[in-house]
């Protein structure tokens, strides 16, 4: 990736706003750029974190093992959304592993260099908390809906908080309230988000196709009834499912 490509990846995120066109400059050439290839690892959770890492093409799914061993997904970022910081900052081990669920670009920086210029710029230490303070918001608002709603309540909620998060922003509005989310959504990859097997995602979503309420286009899901999916968040409680 060329250095003022780079330059503009790090201009565009909130995170850098308060950087002066010479600190970019700066931190851009300690950045590796990392090509990913789908299920690739980004970092693993428990290793050191060595570096600070922002999406620049792709998906990227942030997982923790259950004492089970089951993958559970917390965060699903994409283009521009950081990863690592917190344990950057606070020079601790990854406390999750981030996976790519499609080709994926990102770039690292190292620890040292991230610390260097926050410790000259509190506002990234102060926008990270506030980035991690909304992601525990929404960790906070699935585990909840995992312990108290039946499955196709939970799916639904997931893709109405992916929604939320990136349709509009990623140019998905398709008139009405159709919203395209970006990238390639796999079954599995939901499913992991919504808590169930992905054979009960499968059975869900081919009924929402049928329905009209979602559709798939050129690999892309597109949400095409967003009403009817905030109704099942609200009203499938009253009629239990398998999960």
Request: charged residues 25%; neutral net charge; aromatic residues 4%.
């Amino acid at each position: 990736m060329a250095a003022s490509r780079v330059e503009d990846v790090l201009r565009a995120s909130p995170l850098f706003a308060d950087l002066s066109p010479r600190e970019v400059a700066e931190l851009a050439a300690t950045a590796r750029e990392t090509r990913l290839r789908a299920r690739d690892y980004a970092i693993t959770e428990g290793d050191p974190a060595t570096w600070f890492c922002l999406v620049v093409e792709g998906r990227v799914k942030i997982v923790r093992q259950s004492k089970g061993g089951k993958d559970v997904v917390l965060e699903l970022l994409g283009p521009g959304e950081p990863f690592g910081g917190v344990a950057v900052m606070e020079q601790r081990p990854y406390p999750a592993s981030a996976q790519a669920t499609e080709p994926s670009t990102i770039l690292k920086i190292p620890r040292d260099a991230i610390i260097a210029v926050a410790d000259r710029h509190p506002s990234i230490v102060r926008n990270m908390a506030m980035m991690v303070s909304r992601r525990l918001r929404a960790a906070h608002d699935a585990l909840q809906s995992f312990a108290v709603d039946p499955v196709e309540a939970r799916l639904a909620n997931t893709l109405l908080r992916l929604a939320a998060r990136e349709g509009t922003a990623a140019g998905g509005a398709r008139g009405g309230e159709a919203i395209a989310l970006t990238g390639h959504l796999t079954r599995q990859t939901l499913a992991d988000m919504s808590a169930t097997t992905v054979e009960t995602t499968i059975r869900i979503m081919s009924r929402w196709q049928r329905d009209g309420l979602i559709h798939d286009e050129h690999g892309r899901l597109v949400l095409d009834d967003l009403a009817a999916l905030r109704a099942l968040t609200a009203t499938e409680w009253s009629r239990p499912q398998p999960a």
